[in-house]
């Protein structure tokens, strides 16, 4: 490429110097950045190699290089470092393609023929195009591990398919100690996914040691419409572009508000701006404004002092503690489901709530104490851990629960356990009275005292059942609302985070077809999602016997956002945006249950 732009442009090199004029190639790239590329290479290198037969290879070595450099520093500007940079031209160049090869042969995973053993019905037994005579080729088993036909690793003319190179490169991830790999493709690569895992297998690599997330495509979008960009014609949008223009943390929380499987518009508009509109900056300014309060009362002496939950009466400082208690068990949560947008939406539910306890509660006052255990409280908020719930699981917290409510207690600790090496006193506390034992031993314990237990008379559940349908980034949200109405004996149910497309539509139709209550969540998924889901919704609970006893729609999170512009007889809207508004989702469950 810059060997075609040097000539294109009349041998634009540095140092001077001139070689014939001659157009730019039509299939060529016409992108201003291998300009760039053609001033940085050596002058006299570059027109020594202008004048051999390999001088393209000399070009697009330099050209790889420059650009893989520039990629390099972007991503390090962004906040991603790579440990390894691995290139396809050292699998080919080190021998480890033919050495793959040779592996899968010795384990008996290939046969050579002109057909595959194993092909999937209705699809012609044959490798190559239809229509091209059939010619010998290696084959691999891989339909002995779930694929649905084998596999091609070698052609009739000797070079590998892109399967084999594959396969080297997760052999040699395995060979450097690498237990689990995770790999991020493209949605074109979704039928990838079981002839690859299958291969691996035939290599005998674990059957868990591939994980593909599959990562969708993201646009972006100004004035409402997509920004144009074009391969061929070199015109596109650089993650450095988009760091100078929104900043890398507005970048990134954009990013993340999405799950990697769904679709992503990311609206530089709303990137741009510096209100409580944009997602990024009402999280930061969240933030800043609890660094403010902290600075202002560690001018009048006040630092974070050790408080006790029962320090916390108001509705707004209990709701806020009790988000900043789940905060492990999300970010738990979300790296075992390989799902990082759950953090970007706890943390626009926290910013929430902090500002609905900021407007309710004075946190610096003449109560000393109080003033201590707000601040206390404020810390944690920042990303300080509270004093009184150890990161460890929360025990004490639990443990009170558990006193208060006259809960039985068993606790356990293994007997390895040295309490000395336990800081917290709370927490030593609570071990001492523990029953040091193994865990087989505890199980029984515990079996026996629930039989011992008398039984507790439970509330009579409604048989009430609400859908609450959300799309794929506002899951948690809807988990939330969930747990939240089931406190009011409701039974509820959300989509299916994994499945079929399938499998999907039919739950989907399923609980439309039977829930007394629709509830949509209307947090960070698009006005136009919502909309379909109401269309879709009501078509399908048209052609119920009973109709739908509640219809609402659960607004959270940012707290501005785009009209539905929809006006639906009885639709309710359960208006949530600054935060948990316990009053409008009693009028829903009101609504419900008559």
């Not at 070009?59 to 940079?85: K, P, T």
């Not at 709530?353 to 707000?374: G, K, M, N």
């Not at 629930?450 to 948690?476: G, T, W």
């Not at 499998?503 to 139709?509: P, T």
Request: charged share 25%; aromatic share 8%.
């Amino acid at each position: 490429m810059a060997a075609e732009q040097a000539e294109g442009r009349g041998g634009e090199l540095p140092g001077g110097g001139a070689v014939a004029e001659r157009p730019l190639p039509a299939e060529g790239y016409r992108g201003a950045y291998l300009s760039d590329i053609a001033r940085e290479l050596p002058p006299d290198q570059a027109r020594a190699a202008l004048g051999r037969e390999d001088g393209m290879a000399w070009f697009r070595a330099q050209a790889l290089d420059r650009v893989l450099a520039w990629q390099q520093r972007d991503l390090a500007a962004y906040g991603g470092v790579f440990s390894r940079w691995f290139r396809e031209s050292e699998i080919h160049g080190s021998g480890a393609v033919d050495q793959t090869l040779d592996e899968l042969e010795a384990r008996g995973m290939t046969y050579r023929a002109v057909r595959p053993e194993v092909a999937a019905e209705g699809r012609a037994p044959n490798w190559q195009e239809t229509g091209d005579p059939l010619e010998e080729a290696t084959f691999l088993r891989t339909a002995q591990f779930g694929d649905d036909q084998d596999r091609v690793v070698r052609k009739s003319d000797g070079s590998p398919t892109y399967l084999l190179p594959d396969i080297a490169y997760h052999r040699d991830k395995r060979a450097r100690g690498f237990r689990h790999a995770i790999d991020l493709w493209g949605p074109d690569h979704h039928g990838y996914v079981p002839r690859m895992k299958a291969a691996l297998q035939a290599l005998g690599l674990e059957p868990d040691f591939l994980e593909v997330l599959i990562v969708q495509q993201v646009n972006l979008m100004s004035g409402g419409q997509p920004v144009k960009m074009s391969k061929r014609a070199g015109e596109f949008v650089t993650l450095r572009d988009l760091m100078e223009d929104v900043g890398a943390d507005c970048a990134k929380f954009f990013f993340l508000m999405r799950s990697t499987g769904a679709h992503l518009d990311f609206d530089l508009d709303l990137a741009r701006r510096q209100n409580d509109e944009n997602p990024a900056y009402y999280v930061q300014y969240a933030h800043a404004r609890i660094a403010s309060v902290l600075r202002f009362a560690a001018e009048r002496g006040l630092e974070p002092g050790a408080g006790e939950a029962s320090d916390y009466d108001a509705a707004e400082e209990q709701t806020l503690l009790r988000k900043l208690a789940a905060f492990p068990e999300i970010v738990r949560g979300a790296a075992l489901a390989r799902e990082p947008h759950r953090i970007p939406t706890y943390l626009m539910e926290t910013a929430a709530e902090f500002h609905r306890f900021y407007h309710a509660c004075r946190v610096v006052t003449e109560d000393l104490a109080r003033s201590r255990a707000y601040v206390q409280l404020l810390s944690a908020s920042r990303g300080r851990e509270l004093d009184f719930v150890p990161a460890a699981r929360h025990p004490k917290l639990q443990y009170d629960v558990a006193v208060a409510a006259g809960t039985p207690r068993l606790i356990w600790r293994d007997r390895a356990l040295d309490l000395d090496t336990v800081r917290d006193p709370d927490h030593r506390a609570v071990l001492e009275t523990a029953r040091a034992c193994g865990m087989e031993e505890f199980k029984r314990a515990v079996l026996e005292e629930a039989r011992r237990a008398p039984e507790v008379a439970r509330p009579k559940r409604s048989s009430v059942m609400v859908f609450v349908n959300a799309d794929s980034q506002d899951l948690p949200l809807a988990q939330n609302v969930a747990n939240m109405l089931s406190q009011h004996h409701v039974e509820c149910y959300w989509p299916l985070a994994n499945g079929t497309p399938e499998d999907v539509r039919r739950d989907l139709e399923e609980n439309l077809s039977n829930c007394d209550g629709l509830l949509l969540i209307y947090g960070t998924s698009s006005a136009q999602w919502v909309r379909t889901q109401l269309r879709q919704g009501r078509k399908i609970m048209s052609q119920r016997e009973r109709p739908l006893a509640a219809l609402a729609v659960f607004e959270g999170p940012p707290v501005t956002k785009e009209d539905l512009a929809v006006a639906i007889p009885d639709l309710l809207t359960v208006n949530c945006r600054n935060g948990w508004d316990e009053s409008a989702l009693g009028r829903f469950v009101a609504t419900l249950q008559k």
